[in-house]
C-alpha cells in the first residue's frame, strides 16, 4: 500500500512538475522579449494560429504532434518538451529529496527560476533583471518565514549567502572587465547573489565551486558533439543553474564529505 501511495504521490509531482515546465517555457520566451506572461494567448510563433487546449498538454502534445505545429507544419522548438520533462523530473527528485516540508515548498519554487534563468542565458546569454530580482525578493521572504518557523535557510545564512555569491561573482567579473576579456556579464554577479539567497551560505560557495567543473565538462561536451561552438559567450548561469540544483539536492552530504578534508587540511 505504501509503494501505491509512494508511486501515486510521485506521479501527481510529475504531473505538476511538467505543467508548471509548460509555463516556465512561456516565462523563458516571452520576458527576455519585453512581452506579457498572461496575454496574448499561446500561439504558433510561425503562423501565429491560436493553440487549442489539445495542442498545450504538457509533453503529450508535443510528441502527438510529431513537434510540428498542427496548422502550418513548422518545427516546434525541442526546448519546450526538454523543460516541460527535465522540471517533471526535477519535482520527483526535490519531492523524494524533502517529502512534505517547507523545503519541498521553497525547492519546486527555487527550481523554477533557476530553470527559466538556465534557459535565457543559454539561448540569449540574457539574464532578465525582473526575474533574479523577483528571485531575491522571494528568497529572502521566505527566508524570513523559514527562520520564524525553524527551516534553514534562515534570514542571516540567506543574506551572508546574498552577499557571498554576489562579491565572489563580481570580483571575477571585475577581472575579466580590467582584462577586457568579457567572459562574463554584471548580471552573472546578480545571479550568484540569487543563488546565495536561495542557499544559503555555506552552500552557496559549493554550488559556486562546483559550477566550475560542471561547466567545463559541458563545454566539452557540447564541443565534441558540435552544438555549440567555440568563441561564443560562456552560458555560465546556465551552468550555475545546474550546480545550484544539484547542491539543493545533495549540497549537505557533498558539506560532509568535505568538512572532514578540510578538517584533515588543517591538523
Ligand atoms: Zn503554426
Redesign the pocket.
Known sequence: MDVFIDILVMSLMFLLGISVGSFLNVVADRIPAGKSIISPPSH?F??G?RLENRDLIPLISYLALRGK?R??G?SISARSFMVELITGILFVLIWLRFGVSWQLLTGILYCSFLIVLAVTDYEQSFLPGVVIYAGIGLALILAALGSAIGFPPDILSATIGLLTGFGLIFLVWLASWLGHKKILLFAHAVWGGLVGAFLGFPLVVVALCLSVPVGLLIILILRLMRIRKGGETIPWGSFLALSALITLLCGDAILSWIYPVFAGLIK
Open positions: 504558433c510561425s503562423c494560429h505545429c496548422y502550418c513548422a
